[in-house]
């Protein structure tokens, strides 16, 4: 499809257990963005791709949570031993390489629910 | 430290008025300063884009300005219909040159256009 497609739409999980989301950016994005949106709640940054350079994890809040992205394709989140806390919606967003204000395109979300 | 602030959590008009948002901002420079509108369970979609030698930006019935000196943008919805009743997000890029950075995102302000 043209847009960024996340998935699952939605899972539950038990607290403890493990979870990886899935995101798929737009193709030729080479800037990719991990957010997280609690309810009633503004964008909380998470971790930011860009091309082949480090990643910008200042946002990951704890060690529980980490990222992976396959050069300039699919990333993956992945949170540990997941806390109640963690429920949230997890946006993925994707831009254009070059600067011109870097609009950010974003998926649906992952409605994430820990019991 | 660095924020930014959206005017009430919720603004409420009456359809046909201008709907008058505000985003300011602390201790950044930002480079671009852009909107997002984000409806229920979506995630959010892209607006608008300034400039910081930008003074004021149009389409169709947005307007948004940016006053680098207040450290301030105003985000313009004339003729306001109840479909523009959403969540309207600004965010701060501070990057400059070739590599994007992360966005800074504002809480955002809740619009309710009522007929």
């Known amino acids: 499809g043209a847009g960024v497609s996340q998935s699952p739409s939605n899972k539950v999980t038990e607290k403890g257990k493990d979870v990886e989301l899935r995101c798929d950016p737009i193709s030729g994005h080479t800037a990719l963005y991990w957010y997280r949106q609690r309810l009633g709640q503004g964008l909380e940054f998470l971790i930011y791709f860009q091309g082949n350079s480090a990643p910008d994890k200042s946002g990951l809040p704890s060690d529980r949570f980490s990222a992976e992205r396959t050069g300039e394709s699919v990333s993956t989140l992945t949170i540990q031993r997941t806390q109640q806390e963690d429920s949230a919606v997890y946006l993925c967003?994707?831009?254009?390489?070059?600067?011109?204000?870097?609009?950010?395109?974003f998926g649906p979300g992952t409605r994430l629910t820990v019991l | 430290s660095q924020k930014i602030e959206q005017n009430s959590e919720a603004l409420n008009i009456q359809e046909g008025k201008t709907a008058t948002l505000t985003c300011n901002y602390t201790?950044?420079?930002?480079?671009?300063l852009q909107w997002y509108r984000q409806d229920p369970g979506r995630g959010p979609v892209f607006l608008l884009l300034i400039r910081e030698n930008e003074k004021e930006k149009r389409k169709e019935r947005l307007k948004v300005t940016f006053d680098t000196t207040l450290k301030q943008s105003l985000f313009h919805i004339t003729a306001s219909q109840p479909a523009d009743s959403a969540t309207y997000l600004c965010?701060?890029?501070?990057?400059?040159?070739?590599?994007?950075?992360?966005?800074?995102f504002g809480r955002g302000t809740q619009l309710t256009v009522w007929p």
């Open positions: 965010a701060l890029r501070v990057g400059r040159g070739s590599t994007l950075g992360r966005l800074y």
């Open positions: 967003a994707s831009s254009f390489p070059l600067a011109g204000g870097g609009e950010q395109f």
């Open positions: 201790n950044y420079s930002p480079a671009y």
